[in-house]
């Protein structure tokens, strides 16, 4: 089979594809959606949060979620992959466990092969296996762009559920994977990235986010999301806002993919990272052209952001080090100021 490279057929990358955050702000607000109230809607659309959570009963939820997105790397097993690691992310932000799957396919058929797409389901079925769960089925279409992705059901007691919108003052900040996967992939898809480099980007965008469902057992983490195609600066201001706070966050501390800087020198910057921006934007001090190009960067398949309760870091980092991850602070949480978000 001739080689084909998937990323030439769509416009868009991964999580760059996300409708840039003012104007999703705009559609969900002209289109009236309303909804009966009720009570057993734990957390619905007017939330901004990763995923809807409805009561079952028992001190217990479900959680269902779907994401699905256009080609970030041109190999359909790890577009299969990628894909199915962020969509099942939204239940682990949340602080659930994943209970099963179903698969959102378009595809090409009179351009790309049909044996690709066998190719992305078998990559979706691999992660699947990785996660405990089945792929259980699925919904395909004849589309002009290829795109997959999945819809995914979870479970959690009530009492472990995490929020966006729920930090309390003095919260510690941490992210468990580091950011810049756009600007690589934008790279790979220029021509211009070492392979080692784009490697860490991909085996990034692989790992499950797996810790969250340990996170939501902690008291003291007060609010937790994953950080996809609004940047981290995006994510970081839904959480904010939600809970009513600021944020004071140290450049320098924030972790970052190994030799990000030759690649910005490069001028690799997708252009969800000027989107992100000129959408959240406002309120957000100390952001230069530099910074801006790595904190606004949209991150497919990209870490959690964790909030933890004042005193209770050490603990944290020790459990998170008992499940493989090095993690450090890199900003607090402080009383709502001018400043939404201060970057030093």
Same mark, same amino acid.
């Given at each position: 089979? %001739?080689?084909?490279?998937?990323?030439?057929?769509?416009?868009? @990358?991964?999580?760059?594809?996300?409708?840039?955050?003012? $104007?999703? /702000?705009?559609?969900?607000?002209?289109?009236? *959606?309303?909804?009966?109230? +009720?009570? =057993?809607?734990?957390?619905?659309?007017?939330?901004? +949060?990763?995923?809807? $959570?409805?009561?079952?009963?028992?001190?217990?939820?479900?959680?269902?979620?779907? /994401?699905?997105?256009?080609?970030?790397?041109? #190999? !359909?097993?790890?577009?299969? =992959?990628?894909?199915?690691?962020?969509?099942?992310?939204?239940?682990? !932000?949340?602080?659930?466990?994943?209970?099963?799957?179903? @698969?959102?396919?378009?595809?090409?058929? &009179?351009k790309i092969p049909a044996e690709l797409a066998g190719k992305v389901l078998e990559?979706? =079925?691999?992660?699947?296996?990785?996660?405990?769960?089945?792929?259980?089925?699925?919904?395909? *279409?004849? &589309?002009?762009?290829?795109?997959?992705?999945? @819809?995914?059901?979870?479970?959690?007691?009530?009492?472990?559920?995490?929020?966006?919108?729920?930090?309390?003052?003095?919260?510690?900040?941490?992210? %468990?994977?580091?950011?810049?996967?756009?600007?690589?992939?934008?790279?790979?898809?220029?021509? *211009?990235?070492?392979?080692?480099?784009?490697?860490?980007?991909?085996?990034?965008?692989?790992?499950?986010?797996?810790?969250?469902?340990?996170?939501?057992?902690?008291?003291?983490?007060?609010?937790?999301? +994953? $950080?996809?195609?609004?940047?981290?600066?995006?994510?970081?201001?839904?959480?904010?806002?939600?809970?009513?706070?600021?944020?004071?966050?140290?450049?320098?501390?924030?972790?970052?993919?190994?030799?990000?800087?030759?690649?910005?020198?490069?001028?690799?910057?997708?252009?969800?990272?000027?989107?992100?921006?000129?959408?959240?934007?406002?309120?957000?001090?100390g952001v230069d052209d530099y910074k801006r190009s790595i904190l606004c960067d949209?991150?497919?398949?990209?870490?959690?952001?964790?909030?933890?309760?004042?005193?209770?870091?050490?603990?944290? *980092?020790?459990?998170?080090?008992?499940?493989?991850?090095?993690?450090?602070?890199?900003?607090?949480? $402080?009383? =709502?100021? #001018? @400043?939404?978000?201060?970057?030093?």
């Amino acid at each position: 089979m %001739t080689e084909i490279k998937l990323t030439q057929f769509s416009h868009g @990358a991964g999580c760059g594809c996300k409708i840039a955050p003012a $104007v999703l /702000d705009s559609i969900l607000q002209s289109s009236k *959606i309303n909804i009966e109230n +009720d009570p =057993r809607l734990l957390v619905g659309h007017d939330k901004k +949060d990763d995923a809807a $959570v409805f009561d079952i009963g028992n001190g217990r939820a479900i959680i269902s979620t779907t /994401d699905f997105f256009m080609p970030i790397v041109d #190999d !359909a097993f790890d577009f299969g =992959r990628i894909a199915s690691v962020n969509a099942i992310s939204d239940v682990y !932000a949340m602080g659930g466990t994943p209970m099963m799957a179903v @698969a959102i396919l378009g595809w090409p058929i &009179n351009k790309i092969p049909a044996e690709l797409a066998g190719k992305v389901l078998e990559g979706a =079925r691999r992660i699947c296996a990785d996660a405990g769960i089945p792929l259980a089925g699925g919904h395909s *279409i004849d &589309n002009e762009e290829p795109l997959f992705g999945l @819809a995914v059901t979870g479970e959690i007691l009530i009492s472990n559920l995490k929020q966006n919108s729920t930090a309390t003052e003095g919260c510690s900040l941490f992210l %468990t994977k580091p950011i810049g996967v756009g600007i690589f992939t934008t790279a790979q898809k220029r021509g *211009i990235v070492k392979p080692e480099d784009f490697d860490q980007a991909l085996q990034t965008m692989l790992t499950l986010n797996k810790p969250g469902e340990t996170f939501g057992k902690l008291s003291y983490v007060k609010a937790m999301t +994953d $950080v996809t195609g609004f940047g981290l600066l995006g994510h970081l201001g839904e959480m904010v806002d939600g809970s009513n706070l600021s944020a004071e966050i140290e450049f320098s501390k924030v972790p970052k993919l190994t030799n990000i800087d030759f690649y910005i020198s490069q001028g690799s910057m997708p252009g969800g990272t000027k989107r992100n921006w000129e959408s959240y934007g406002n309120g957000i001090e100390g952001v230069d052209d530099y910074k801006r190009s790595i904190l606004c960067d949209p991150q497919t398949s990209g870490g959690l952001l964790v909030a933890v309760e004042q005193g209770n870091e050490n603990e944290f *980092i020790s459990v998170a080090e008992s499940i493989g991850l090095q993690l450090e602070c890199f900003g607090k949480l $402080v009383k =709502r100021g #001018d @400043a939404r978000i201060l970057v030093r």
